[in-house]
């Protein structure tokens, strides 16, 4: 991406508030140093990435660098917030990764039918969550390329 194209921070898309903070936790375990922005429901989250509603203000020009997207939501659900994500212009080559506790098929069959990048179940254990988020930081932060046009 541009680097008008591109804020370097990651939306977190949680509505439970035990998962937001061990989200943050795990992040500053990792060192990762991205700032996050944290929205509790698909219709907040959709609201942040296309700058309409409580965001209006926001640059829409100015997308995260990531997604962590949890499927079960409150007002709009995670598939639904990537099917407009996936179904937008600006936004349809933005990393999606669903970050869920669902293990059911169903789920993960529904979230790469609708584009996301990759799908992590939640793991209970803080260290092996802290390795998954440091691992997800390692690659789509730093080693993922993207298109310099995605997000212009």
Known sequence: MSSQGVFRCILLVEDDPSDISLTRRALEHSHI?????????????????????????????????????????PKVDGLEVLRQIRGNEHTRRLPVVILTSSQEQRDVIAGYDLGANSYIVKPIDFDQFAEAVRTLGLYWLVLNEVPEEAGS
């Open 33 to 73: 140093t991205n700032p996050l922005v944290v929205v509790e429901d698909g219709r907040e989250a959709l609201d942040y990435l296309f700058a309409q509603g409580a965001h209006a203000g926001r640059d829409a020009a100015k997308l995260p660098r990531m997604v962590l997207l949890d499927l079960k939501l």
